[in-house]
T-cell receptor, first 114, second 108 residues
Framework: NAGVTQTPKFRVLKTGQSMTLLCAQD?????MYWYRQDPGMGLRLIHY???????AKGEVPDGYNVSRLKKQNFLLGLESAAPSQTSVYFC?????????????FGQGTRLTVV | AQSVSQHNHHVILSEAASLELGCNYS??????LFWYVQYSRQRLQLLLR??SRESIKGFTADLNKGETSFHLKKPFAQEEDSAMYYC??????????FGSGTKLNVKP
């Protein structure tokens, strides 16, 4: 059982380049989330999805776009990377049943924008 | 507005010392509170949640609605407890809000 898998694990981008981070979960979860983790600021929610075909903005959505075309995948896109987007990105998923209280996290993607 | 505050950014303890990591929250509705732990270079994983009122690895956390707090406690810290600890709340809309985290170093 792989759980939540993020691709890639590391990436270095030049300012202005674009890239897509992939999050895949095999738990049939409805909810998926993208967070960024920065020192002293904890995890901040970028975008989230409550189901296939739906997305919504979180706390820090600017400069990012997302898509949830398939229930198991949640893509995070950077159209024009900036040094301020250097961070560790975490994807998470959660089920929608009343007993599903826990969010499961991926292993993280360390992104550096130079 | 919902928020989670962790005022202790870095805690250094000696092994066997008592441990308490502070967490205060602000939320207007029904709330679920959690502690997540992140060991070095690993993914976040759930440590415990307030509803279960259980003890995991010797850790406990009691929800105090009057003080809006959910402090994490352990009577005797161990070196293997060294990690980042995040307090989090989930809202009725299933969004998770995290505190800024507390880095715990337990020295042998």
């Amino acid at each position: 059982n792989a759980g939540v898998t993020q691709t890639p694990k590391f990436r270095v981008l030049k300012t202005g380049q674009s890239m897509t981070l992939l999050c895949a979960q095999d738990m049939n979860h409805e909810y998926m989330y993208w967070y960024r983790q920065d020192p002293g600021m904890g995890l901040r929610l970028i975008h989230y999805s409550v189901g296939e075909g739906t997305t919504a903005k979180g706390e820090v959505p600017d400069g990012y776009n997302v898509s949830r075309l398939k229930k198991q995948n949640f893509l995070l896109g950077l159209e024009s990377a900036a040094p301020s987007q250097t961070s560790v990105y975490f994807c998470a998923s959660k089920g929608a049943s009343s007993g599903d209280f826990e969010a499961f996290f991926g292993q993280g993607t360390r992104l550096t924008v130079v | 507005a919902q928020s989670v505050s962790q005022h202790n950014h870095h805690v250094i303890l000696s092994e066997a010392a008592s441990l308490e990591l502070g967490c205060n929250y602000s939320y207007g509705g029904t709330v679920n509170l959690f502690w997540y732990v992140q060991y070095s270079r690993q993914r976040l994983q759930l440590l415990l949640r307030h509803i279960s009122r259980e003890s995991i690895k010797g850790f406990t956390a009691d929800l105090n609605k009057g003080e809006t707090s959910f402090h994490l406690k352990k009577p005797f810290a161990q070196e293997e407890d060294s990690a980042m600890y995040y307090c989090a709340l989930s809202s009725v809309f299933n969004k998770f809000y995290f505190g800024s985290g507390t880095k715990l170093n337990v020295k042998p």
